[in-house]
């Protein structure tokens, strides 16, 4: 199974939201705060962009592979230049399309849409432990 292990997380978490679904991003968000999670919402990756570098760091960053303005590659490789942007992970979700190989520095981990709630949770328990394990190492 997807996520197997459980890593459960302590609040607090903030996490990033990519989505220009409105309904997508405000069904993630209102699941995330119900579970004790901190949440920043955008609707593309421009935007996104600007939240990582003036705005609070996430713990974890939620993005569509299909945002407008600026594509998921295109935020990922901006996100891998940045010695502390590079550090956060970020769960792509994808709808069964083609997805581009992704070789990053970052912890990246595609989560298929439609997913279920406990499924983006589990991944978000993953990324944060992933980042621990790598913050430990260094």
């Not at 901190?38 to 990582?52: I, K, P, Q």
């Not at 912890?107 to 944060?128: H, I, S, T, W």
């Amino acid at each position: 199974p997807l996520f197997a292990r459980r890593y459960p997380l302590t609040p607090p978490h903030h996490v990033l939201v990519v989505d220009d679904h409105d309904e997508g991003r405000g069904a993630v968000a209102a699941f995330l705060a119900k579970k004790g999670f901190g949440v920043g919402v955008v609707a593309d990756s421009n935007t996104a962009y600007g939240a990582l570098i003036s705005g609070p760091e996430p713990s974890v960053v939620i993005l569509d592979l299909m945002t407008p303005v600026r594509s998921a590659p295109e935020l990922l490789y901006l996100m891998q230049r940045s010695s502390r942007l590079s550090e956060i992970p970020v769960i792509l979700l994808d709808d069964h399309q083609l997805m581009p190989e992704f070789r990053y520095r970052m912890p990246v981990c595609l989560l298929d849409k439609p997913y279920e709630p406990e499924g983006l949770l589990a991944a978000l328990e993953r990324c944060v432990h992933l980042r621990a394990q790598r913050a430990n190492a260094d």
